[in-house]
């Protein structure tokens, strides 16, 4: 589907004279970052429709000893956070939601809660570029990542409104 609307960008005319995108234009796109999050909303499907998150569901349920709703909340969110400091957001909660309801209906507790837990401690992922979309815009684009380290230098070098008045009153 993605793909179709791809060619159909290169081939529908745009508001200029020629095509809606040409390949000059299409060269410019940072592709790595699209396949981060397409190759992660793939990989959460396929781990859901081959059974794989079902699997592990079962593996984890039988070997852990998560009886308990508040514990199956905190496995979820921890096993997130720490999938998400490695892997992008998206990719996280698309890998580990699936898994965590299969784990949940396997202990026998309600999956709602988890999910909602694995899924917002997949969105605490920050350390690394790779997790968050905004930090891999400022990674990947020069201009962007120029502009935060200005404003860094300029935030440093002003001084707080302690300091000023310490200085006023010495």
Not at 42 to 56: D, E, F, N, R, V
Not at 71 to 94: D, G, K
Not at 145 to 151: F, G, L, M, P, W
């Amino acid at each position: 589907v993605a793909l179709v609307g791809a060619v159909l960008l290169f081939l529908l005319p745009g508001d200029r004279a020629g095509r809606a995108i040409d390949w000059k234009e299409a060269a410019k796109i940072d592709w790595g970052i699209i396949f981060l999050y397409g190759g992660g909303f793939a990989l959460g499907s396929l781990a859901k429709s081959t059974g794989l998150a079902q699997a592990l569901g079962e593996g984890l349920s039988n070997n852990l000893p998560i009886s308990s709703d508040f514990a199956m909340l905190v496995f979820a969110t921890t096993i997130a956070v720490m999938v998400s400091e490695a892997t992008s957001n998206t990719a996280s909660a698309q890998i580990i939601v699936p898994i965590v309801i299969s784990t949940a209906q396997q202990a026998g507790i309600d999956p709602v809660v988890p999910a909602l837990g694995a899924t917002f401690g997949a969105s605490l992922g920050f350390m690394l570029p790779a997790a968050s979309l905004h930090a891999q815009v400022a990674l990947h684009e020069p201009a962007v990542a120029a502009q935060v380290a200005e404003s860094q230098v300029h935030e440093q070098a002003a001084p707080c409104h302690g300091e000023e008045s310490v200085s006023r009153v010495a």
